[in-house]
């Protein structure tokens, strides 16, 4: 299994970006999806995820500003991030297991993680 994420870079406080993962070697079937993040001399933490019957799950830190989704195909689990401010700076993450479990926050739950994409928020 293969996760591929990209979409990072610069963008101005009050700004948007959207970050995609794409999973290769495996069908998405019975699967969790998830993107987590890092900030500078801090632990990776999670953000969101997806299911695969389309259940997300979000950070409270998160919610109501970043929205996971996955493309049509199954094959491609995105993150739109609105509102951003200095503190969701970091190297996102997107990560990936089978089957789902209740302890999806976790990042120590995951096998398959992706290269990381950094985001950085700054006037």
């Known amino acids: 299994v293969q996760l591929q994420a990209s979409g990072g870079g610069l963008v101005l406080p009050g700004g948007s970006l959207t970050l995609s993962c794409v999973v290769s070697g495996r069908t998405f079937s019975g699967g969790t999806v998830a993107w987590f993040r890092q900030a500078p001399e801090k632990e990776r933490v999670f953000v969101a995820a997806?299911?695969?019957?389309?259940?997300?799950y979000y950070a409270d830190s998160v919610k109501g500003r970043f929205t996971v989704s996955r493309g049509s195909a199954r094959t491609t689990v995105s993150l739109r991030m609105n509102s951003l401010n200095t503190e969701d700076t970091a190297v996102y993450y997107c990560?990936?297991?089978?089957?789902?479990?209740?302890?999806?926050?976790?990042?120590?739950?995951?096998?398959?993680w992706g290269q990381g994409t950094l985001v950085t928020v700054s006037s």
């Open positions: 990560a990936a297991r089978w089957p789902h479990t209740v302890l999806y926050r976790r990042a120590n739950e995951y096998e398959n």
């Open positions: 997806i299911r695969e019957n389309g259940a997300t």
